[in-house]
């Protein structure tokens, strides 16, 4: 049944090359007429089972009514269903990680083997003999070794199972060896995401995240550039850094999946431009200013020990492509994640991290920037500012007429106004976007993003300016007003510019990648004007898209290409150099920006009053606008 299924071309695994091992050949046979297929298929049409199945029944169990492919001999006509866990590409479903459909077949495949036993008269060594094995029992030609294999392959004897990368075989296990893992990685310059993946299966078998090491030399990526520029080996130091953090991932999400690290045989990466450099041990430098030179923007493959992470000692690191030298490999990730290229619609992709990554296109044009925002979106900059953990606030409410907020904090479900303990200990990026549009449509807060004195004990003078008065500890200043002010202007000056470069107004759909798109409230993005306007059902969270990205890597060699290819068309637009940019950015700093239209808004909430009233019955004294700016 194995060698008709290859014959015919049909998708039925094997990594034992037939000898009942694996149980990758599983079929179910069915009987009955089909007139469908003109045919009547009896049980008479495969052979008895074998005492091999029976020997793996006991071992590994096999379901009522399947066969072992690769046992049951075809005697006449015979319908056969291959069940989805046969398929060698089978269709790969994930929740965590939206992936669009996607087949398993990865770098590295397994394929077990027996050579030729050597004899006094054999003249060739073991290498040949398991070129030749391979070529006779796989029809694999051409096949060699890695040299860093050889130890391996000459300690497992006759019987081994090998994994043959690119026609190379990589390593060697002795006898039937099941399966190989591999990770992908995210390295962000906040958190660094892993995911740990059956490379056989595409079962995702464990994840995990940890804060990147590196923080401590400064939020954003231009103050950790700046200390390698003024710090002798600062480059090693956090090259060091990274490289440990991948390590310790690796490790954790080995031990979460309860498996060996030296069953990792694959790795793949994405991050940006400077932690791409930073992991792979360049120096980050010509990245840090003008013409921001990247020492490559094409995928790398090395060894996974030369970018910190033990593994298989034959483990490879594949590295996505960078696409310019403020767009990185982490873009390229969220790019192949959401295909963008494949469709119609034009598409914006917006990855907001201490810069904000932005693709605009469809299959006929791809246009990338950077835009400089600023780690406030994160929460840094901001007074009462926090990354997004337990105890940020990340919901806020406040009421039109009495300016009474109601809040939510991570790690709880419960407002403050049903649950009056709740004890935030700061507000984060999502929290505080929630927070100043709030204040917006409240009248609290002018379109100029002043903050204006209200009758409210909520509103209070501070220094020349106003705040308002979240909860206990937790104020929005003025300087946080305009700190969101100049990354959401940022931001958007970034797309606008894509969208003057691709001559459109309007935008089919907008996806928010990354941890601020996940938790983010679209339709504030869209009061605040973080966005350009769009109908409000066609902008979504992508989730982590750059991790989705490196998993599809890790999943699936074709995907390798694609995203080498698309990098090669995507024109690259450098916001620092254009005109233009200065220009929207200026027009970017109202909220919602000038030329916001509210197209869908309107009818979903009540929009503030354009000229607000002045408060009355309070004395305070107002700062001027020139104080307050
Ligand atoms: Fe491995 Fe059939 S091919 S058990």
Same mark, same amino acid.
């Given at each position: 049944?194995?060698?008709?299924?290859?014959?015919?071309?049909?998708?039925?695994?094997?990594?034992?090359?037939?000898?009942?091992?694996?149980?990758?050949?599983?079929?179910?046979?069915?009987? +009955?007429?089909?007139?469908?297929?003109?045919?009547?298929?009896?049980?008479?049409?495969?052979?008895?089972?074998?005492?091999?199945?029976?020997?793996?029944?006991?071992?590994?169990?096999?379901?009522?009514? *399947?066969?072992?492919?690769?046992?049951?001999?075809?005697?006449?006509?015979?319908?056969?269903?291959?069940?989805?866990?046969?398929?060698?590409?089978?269709?790969?479903?994930?929740?965590?990680?939206?992936?669009?459909?996607?087949?398993?077949?990865?770098?590295?495949?397994?394929?077990?083997?027996?050579?030729?036993?050597?004899?006094?008269?054999?003249?060739?060594?073991?290498?040949?003999?398991?070129?030749?094995?391979?070529? /006779?029992?796989?029809?694999?030609?051409?096949?060699?070794? /890695?040299?860093?294999?050889?130890?391996?392959?000459?300690?497992?004897?006759?019987?081994?199972?090998?994994?043959?990368?690119?026609?190379?075989?990589?390593?060697?296990?002795?006898?039937?060896?099941?399966?190989?893992?591999?990770?992908?990685?995210?390295?962000?310059?906040?958190?660094?995401?892993?995911?740990?993946?059956?490379?056989?299966?595409?079962?995702?078998?464990?994840? +995990?995240?940890?804060?990147?090491?590196?923080?401590?030399?400064?939020?954003?990526?231009?103050?950790?550039?700046?200390?390698?520029?003024?710090?002798?080996?600062?480059?090693?130091?956090?090259?060091?850094?990274?490289?440990?953090?991948?390590?310790?991932?690796?490790?954790?999400?080995?031990?979460?999946?309860?498996?060996? *690290?030296?069953?990792?045989?694959?790795?793949?990466?994405?991050?940006?431009?400077?932690?791409?450099?930073?992991?792979?041990?360049?120096?980050?430098?010509?990245?840090?200013?003008?013409?921001?030179?990247?020492?490559?923007?094409?995928?790398?493959?090395?060894?996974?020990?030369?970018?910190?992470?033990?593994?298989?000692?034959?483990?490879?690191?594949?590295?996505?492509?960078?696409?310019?030298?403020?767009?990185?490999?982490?873009?390229?990730?969220?790019?192949?994640?959401?295909?963008?290229?494949?469709?119609?619609?034009?598409?914006?992709?917006?990855?907001?991290?201490?810069?904000?990554?932005?693709?605009? +296109?469809?299959? /006929?044009?791809?246009?990338?920037?950077?835009?400089?925002?600023?780690?406030?979106?994160?929460?840094?900059?901001?007074?009462?500012?926090?990354?997004?953990?337990?105890?940020?606030?990340?919901?806020?409410?406040?009421?039109?007429?009495?300016?009474?907020?109601?809040?939510?904090?991570?790690?709880?479900?419960?407002?403050?106004?049903?649950?009056?303990?709740?004890?935030?200990?700061?507000?984060?990026?999502?929290?505080?976007?929630?927070?100043?549009?709030?204040?917006?449509?409240?009248?609290?807060?002018?379109?100029?993003?002043?903050?204006?004195?209200?009758?409210?004990?909520?509103?209070?003078?501070?220094?020349?300016?106003?705040?308002?008065?979240?909860?206990?500890?937790?104020?929005?200043?003025?300087? /946080?007003?305009?700190?969101?002010?100049?990354?959401?202007?940022?931001?958007?000056?970034?797309?606008?510019?894509?969208?003057?470069?691709?001559?459109?107004?309007?935008?089919?759909?907008?996806?928010?990648?990354?941890?601020?798109?996940?938790?983010?409230?679209?339709?504030?993005?869209?009061?605040?004007?973080?966005?350009?306007?769009?109908?409000?059902?066609?902008?979504?969270?992508?989730?982590?898209?750059?991790?989705?990205?490196?998993?599809?890597?890790?999943?699936?060699?074709?995907?390798?290409?694609?995203?080498?290819?698309?990098?090669? *068309?995507?024109?690259?637009?450098?916001?620092?150099?254009?005109?233009?940019?200065?220009?929207?950015?200026?027009?970017?700093?109202?909220?919602?920006?000038?030329?916001?239209?509210?197209?869908?808004?309107?009818?979903?909430?009540?929009?503030?009053?354009?000229?607000?009233?002045?408060?009355?019955?309070?004395?305070?004294?107002?700062?001027?606008?020139?104080?307050?700016?």
């Amino acid at each position: 049944m194995l060698n008709a299924a290859r014959q015919l071309g049909v998708d039925l695994g094997s990594v034992c090359g037939g000898v009942g091992l694996c149980g990758r050949c599983q079929i179910t046979p069915v009987f +009955g007429d089909f007139p469908k297929h003109q045919i009547s298929s009896s049980e008479a049409a495969l052979t008895k089972a074998t005492a091999t199945e029976g020997e793996y029944e006991a071992r590994k169990g096999l379901t009522i009514g *399947r066969r072992l492919g690769c046992m049951a001999d075809i005697c006449g006509d015979v319908v056969v269903d291959v069940p989805a866990t046969s398929q060698v590409h089978r269709q790969v479903i994930r929740k965590e990680l939206e992936l669009v459909d996607l087949v398993v077949d990865p770098v590295s495949t397994l394929h077990y083997v027996q050579m030729e036993a050597a004899t006094l008269e054999t003249t060739i060594g073991t290498t040949r003999r398991l070129a030749q094995a391979l070529r /006779d029992q796989w029809a694999m030609e051409h096949i060699t070794v /890695d040299p860093r294999a050889l130890r391996d392959l000459q300690a497992a004897g006759d019987t081994c199972t090998v994994v043959i990368r690119d026609g190379v075989v990589a390593a060697v296990w002795p006898g039937f060896h099941e399966t190989t893992y591999g990770v992908a990685i995210d390295v962000g310059s906040t958190t660094i995401a892993g995911y740990l993946l059956d490379l056989t299966t595409g079962e995702q078998l464990s994840s +995990g995240g940890l804060m990147n090491p590196q923080i401590r030399f400064g939020e954003d990526l231009m103050s950790r550039v700046s200390y390698v520029m003024m710090n002798e080996g600062g480059d090693r130091l956090l090259t060091d850094l990274v490289q440990g953090a991948l390590n310790d991932l690796v490790g954790d999400l080995a031990k979460q999946a309860g498996i060996e *690290r030296t069953e990792i045989l694959e790795i793949t990466l994405v991050g940006n431009p400077i932690m791409h450099h930073l992991f792979l041990g360049l120096d980050p430098r010509p990245l840090g200013e003008a013409p921001f030179k990247l020492t490559t923007d094409e995928s790398i493959t090395v060894p996974a020990s030369s970018v910190g992470i033990k593994a298989h000692p034959n483990a490879a690191a594949y590295v996505l492509p960078c696409i310019a030298g403020h767009v990185g490999a982490d873009t390229a990730g969220v790019i192949l994640s959401d295909q963008p290229h494949t469709r119609s619609p034009i598409a914006l992709l917006v990855d907001v991290g201490t810069n904000a990554e932005i693709v605009l +296109g469809n299959q /006929d044009r791809l246009l990338a920037a950077s835009s400089p925002t600023g780690p406030a979106f994160e929460g840094a900059q901001i007074s009462a500012g926090q990354r997004a953990a337990p105890g940020a606030i990340e919901r806020v409410r406040i009421d039109r007429a009495t300016l009474e907020p109601r809040f939510k904090v991570i790690g709880n479900d419960a407002w403050s106004t049903e649950n009056p303990d709740l004890d935030p200990t700061g507000i984060c990026g999502s929290g505080i976007i929630e927070a100043i549009a709030e204040l917006f449509l409240a009248g609290v807060i002018s379109e100029d993003g002043v903050v204006l004195d209200r009758p409210s004990d909520r509103v209070v003078p501070d220094g020349r300016t106003f705040s308002y008065v979240l909860a206990d500890g937790i104020t929005i200043t003025q300087n /946080d007003v305009r700190a969101i002010q100049l990354a959401k202007a940022a931001l958007y000056a970034g797309i606008r510019l894509l969208m003057d470069k691709l001559d459109i107004d309007v935008i089919d759909e907008i996806r928010l990648a990354g941890a601020f798109g996940s938790h983010i409230n679209v339709m504030y993005a869209m009061i605040l004007g973080l966005i350009p306007d769009c109908d409000l059902t066609k902008v979504n969270s992508a989730g982590n898209a750059a991790g989705a990205g490196a998993v599809m890597a890790l999943l699936n060699r074709d995907a390798r290409r694609e995203i080498e290819t698309v990098v090669r *068309r995507i024109e690259k637009i450098e916001t620092a150099t254009e005109p233009a940019f200065q220009a929207h950015f200026v027009d970017a700093m109202a909220f919602p920006h000038k030329t916001a239209a509210y197209p869908h808004l309107s009818q979903k909430i009540e929009l503030p009053q354009r000229a607000a009233p002045a408060a009355q019955g309070r004395r305070r004294r107002r700062p001027s606008q020139e104080e307050s700016t």
